[in-house]
């Protein structure tokens, strides 16, 4: 079993910055993509960032040039920066990973699962 725990959300003036962490624990033998979701208030959940186990990268292009994606893969830990933040960057922000897996009695390979942070809020004022 995986947790991920997420950190780093507030309110923030229009034009700030803020970093999301998202940490992940438990039976992990490699952490395979990560992405960073959010949804606003009656809008769906988008992707707006994720990472490769190579290390490229993608970004929705509302938040293209203001926002950087990182990992520490000592840590197991997934950043999420963000510059210039605007009042429609308001939302509720989820990490996403998949990871391979083991079983944490027998230490073989389990296979792949995705898991959710429980997400943050992020409120921008303008």
């Known amino acids: 079993q995986v947790q991920l725990v997420e950190s780093g959300g507030g309110l923030v003036q229009a034009g700030g910055s803020l970093r999301l962490s998202c940490v992940a624990s438990g039976s992990i033998f490699a952490i395979n993509t990560m992405g960073w979701y959010r949804q606003a208030p009656g809008k769906k959940r988008e992707l707006i960032a994720s990472?490769?186990?190579?290390?490229?990268?993608n970004y929705v292009d509302s938040v293209k040039g203001r926002f950087t994606i990182s990992r520490d893969n000592a840590k197991n830990t997934m950043f999420l920066q963000m510059n210039s933040l605007k009042s429609e960057d308001t939302a509720v922000y989820y990490c996403?990973?998949?990871?391979?897996?083991?079983?944490?009695?027998?230490?073989?390979?389990?296979?792949?699962?995705?898991?959710w942070g429980q997400g943050t809020q992020v409120t921008v004022s303008s």
């Open positions: 996403n990973v998949r990871v391979s897996e083991y079983d944490s009695d027998s230490y073989s390979y389990k296979g792949e699962y995705e898991y």
């Open positions: 990472m490769f186990s190579a290390g490229s990268t």
